[in-house]
C-alpha cells in the first residue's frame, strides 16, 4: 500500500528534468533576442518566439510549484527549489519586456551594443544551462558550478560595460538631435542589462545552494 502510495508522489529527479528544460528555454529566449537585436525582416518572428517561450516557462513554473506542494522528499530545500525556478523564469520575462518595447515603438534596427549585448544575454544562457543539470549531483560538481557562476558574474559585468558604454554612444549620437531616439535607446539599453541581472540572480541562487548542500 505504501509502495503504491509513493509511486503517485512526483519523483526527485522530475524536479531536475524541470529545471533543465528550463534552462533550454532560456536558451531558445536569448538565441531570439539575438536574433531580433539583428534587426530587418524576421523581428516579428522572434519577438513571436520569445512571447511563447515566456509562456512554456510560466507553465514548467507552475509545475515545480505543484510539485513541490505534493512531494514529501525534495533534492534540496523547499525555498531554494521555489526561488531557482522564479529566477530563472524572472530571465525569460525580461527577455519578453524588452519585445513588448520593440513592438511599442515599432523598431527596425538596432544599435551595435545592443547587438553585442544580445550576444551577452546568449553566454549567460548557456552557462546557466551547463550548470543547472550539475545541480543532481552537487557535491561531485562543485568545483565546476562555483566556476560557471563566477563566469556568468564576469558576464554580468561585461553587460554593465556594454551598456554604459552604449548610453554614451547613443547621447552623442541622438542627444542633442532626436529625443524619441535618445528614450527608446535608453529602455532597451536598460532592459538589455536587466536580462543579465537576471542571470546573475539565477548564479546566485546556484551558489547558495551549492553552500547549503554541500
Known sequence: MLGWFRALLPREDKFFDLFEKQSQILVAGAQALEK???GGDGIDKHCQKIVELEEEADEVTRQVMIAVRKSFITPFDRGDIKDLIESMDDAIDMMHKVVKTVRLFEQTRFEPRMKEMGAVVVQAARLTAEAI??????????????????????????????????LKDLFQTYGRTDAMAWIIGNELYGQLEKVVDRFEDVANEISGIVIENV
Open 133 to 166: 543539470p550539475l545541480l543532481e549531483k552537487v557535491g561531485a560538481n562543485v568545483t565546476r558550478l562555483s566556476a560557471i557562476a563566477e563566469e556568468i558574474t564576469r558576464v554580468e559585468e561585461r553587460s554593465d560595460q556594454l551598456h554604459d558604454a552604449g
Open 36 to 38: 531580433l537585436l539583428e
